[in-house]
C-alpha cells in the first residue's frame, strides 16, 4: 500500500484495514513488514488498550504499534475481523467489530465485538481507543 493524501476518515479507515489485513495475512508480527500498515498512522500515534487485557496498555508511535501487533499475536493464534459497521466517520470516528479469536493459550474460541474511537488528522491515524464489551471474558479465554 502506498499511503494516500487523502483525508477523508472513511478511507483512511479503509486503507488501514485493508493493509492490517495483509500484514496479517502475510504471517503478521516477526514474519510480514510493518512498512505497508505504517502510512496509515501519524509516527507519533497513541494506541490505548484497556489494563485487564493480556496486551493492556499504552503503545506508542509505529514502534509501539509494531509491539502491540507482537503482544496481539501471542495472545491469539487467529484474529478474525468478521463484521465491522463504520457508524460514523469525522476526525472522530467510530467502528464496531465483531471478532471471532481463538487463544493461543488454551485454545478457546471467543466471538466478541470491540468498538473503537478512531481519531484520524491529515489522513493519518493519531490515536485509536477500543472499547471490549467484556475484558474479563477476553482474559479468561486467554488464561490456562
Known amino acids: 500500500m502506498t499511503h494516500s493524501p487523502t483525508t477523508d476518515s472513511r478511507a483512511v479507515l479503509s486503507a488501514m484495514y485493508t493493509a492490517e489485513a495483509r500484514y496479517l495475512a502475510a504471517g503478521g508480527p516477526g514474519t510480514a513488514s510493518f512498512d505497508h500498515l505504517a502510512p496509515c498512522f501519524a509516527p507519533d500515534v497513541v494506541l490505548h488498550q484497556a489494563a485487564g487485557l493480556p496486551y ?12 502491540f501487533f507482537l503482544a496481539m499475536s501471542d495472545t491469539w493464534s487467529t484474529f478474525e475481523l468478521v463484521e465491522q459497521d463504520f457508524l460514523a466517520t469525522g476526525e472522530t470516528s467510530v467502528v464496531r467489530t465483531i471478532v471471532r479469536a481463538v487463544s493461543r493459550a488454551t485454545a478457546r ?35 490456562p
Open 56 to 67: 493492556g496498555g499504552v503503545w506508542r508511535g509505529h514502534l509501539g504499534l509494531e509491539r
Open 109 to 143: 474460541e471467543l466471538t466478541f465485538p470491540i468498538l473503537q474511537t478512531l481519531t484520524v488528522r491529515d489522513g493519518r491515524i493519531t490515536e485509536i481507543q477500543p472499547f471490549y464489551w467484556d475484558t474479563g471474558a477476553v482474559a479468561r479465554a486467554c488464561t
